[in-house]
């Protein structure tokens, strides 16, 4: 794509948008629009959100979100259903607990962060987080929300509805927001390098992609120490409150139109799901779209279902 419009430290990491034309400065203001509505909504890194807001609210209440959250919810949902509550975006409170805290840096919270909820019963989604209509939670306490097992992956979605609104549903174009990559309508396939979790300058194979999106969850880039002085990250399993020591990387693939037009969304909270969730176990499930997947444990063990759109070393 010859063109590209750059969004630096977009939902912590930066989003790049490739494009066969030209985004004028009307379609980057509506699409930078986009970015700082999830951003309000779902972010707890700033005071201001309505996450943040269910964080303090000690009593709890009612959170409305807009209408766009309502398929977020349900596949969270499902995610949490699917996995046995190992995925659920009430970790939001272990991770501050570990000390990834108010802040996009690393912190120590010494490991007693109130907000972590010391000595009190931790909250999880659906019990303590309840669904009133598509888009609001319902709570009678403060919970502390994390969706980025799949919030920027749905927002990787609406700027692509964006950029169809403006360009047509058959333009070709390429968002890259990190981990999740939404490839649209391309006339030749993507080769997308996956990167090695131990060496980031390495790749360990090469993916081909011309439609649909693919996302990749690793704690290569994102891990600090706790307060105990061990090296942890941002990939939990939110039964036990700690994070997965037994996968290394893993990948999902998600074919265009899935779940309500929403791929990227998928197939981000399927690569955080695939940390600890057996991947038959996900693809058998109806309530799972279809999605191919590769996986690499800690033992450096590659597994990949049949049409992974990848070629391995």
Not at 10 to 25: E, R, S
Not at 106 to 131: E, P, Q
Not at 150 to 174: I, Q, Y
């Amino acid at each position: 794509m010859p063109h590209v419009d750059a969004f630096p430290n977009a939902l912590g990491g930066g989003i790049l948008v490739h494009t066969a034309l030209p985004v004028g400065d009307a379609l980057h203001a509506r699409l930078r629009a986009v970015i700082d509505d999830v951003d309000r909504a779902l972010s707890r890194f700033r005071t201001d959100s309505t996450v943040a807001r269910m964080a303090v609210a000690e009593r709890g209440g009612r959170f409305r979100f807009p209408a766009w959250a309502a398929p977020l919810f349900d596949w969270a949902d499902v995610l949490a259903a699917v996995t046995a509550g190992r995925v659920d975006p009430c970790a939001g409170a272990d991770l501050v607990r570990l000390g990834y805290a108010a802040s996009f840096e690393m912190i120590d919270s010494g490991g007693t962060s109130a907000a972590g909820g010391v000595g009190l019963r931790r909250a999880h989604w659906g019990f303590d987080v309840h669904r009133d209509g598509g888009s609001v939670l319902v709570t009678d306490r403060a919970v502390q929300l994390d969706f980025g097992a799949c919030g920027k992956g749905l927002c990787v979605d609406l700027l692509c509805t964006r950029l169809e609104e403006e360009f047509g549903a058959d333009s070709p174009f390429v968002i890259d927001a990190g981990g999740d990559l939404r490839v649209h309508r391309l006339p030749e396939p993507l080769r997308i390098a996956l990167e090695d979790p131990a060496d980031t300058d390495r790749a360990i194979g090469v993916a081909q992609l011309a439609e649909g999106a693919l996302c990749a969850s690793a704690p290569s880039r994102r891990y600090w120490r706790d307060a105990l002085d061990r090296q942890v990250h941002h990939l939990l399993n939110a039964v036990t409150g700690e994070p997965v020591d037994d996968v290394a990387a893993s990948w999902a693939a998600v074919p265009m139109r899935t779940f309500a037009a929403l791929p990227t969304m998928v197939a981000d909270g399927l690569a955080t799901a695939l940390f600890c969730a057996e991947p038959n176990t996900l693809t058998r499930d109806a309530r799972v779209p279809r999605f191919d997947f590769a996986v690499l444990d800690s033992r450096r063990r590659l597994v990949h279902s049949r049409h992974f759109p990848a070629v391995f070393d």
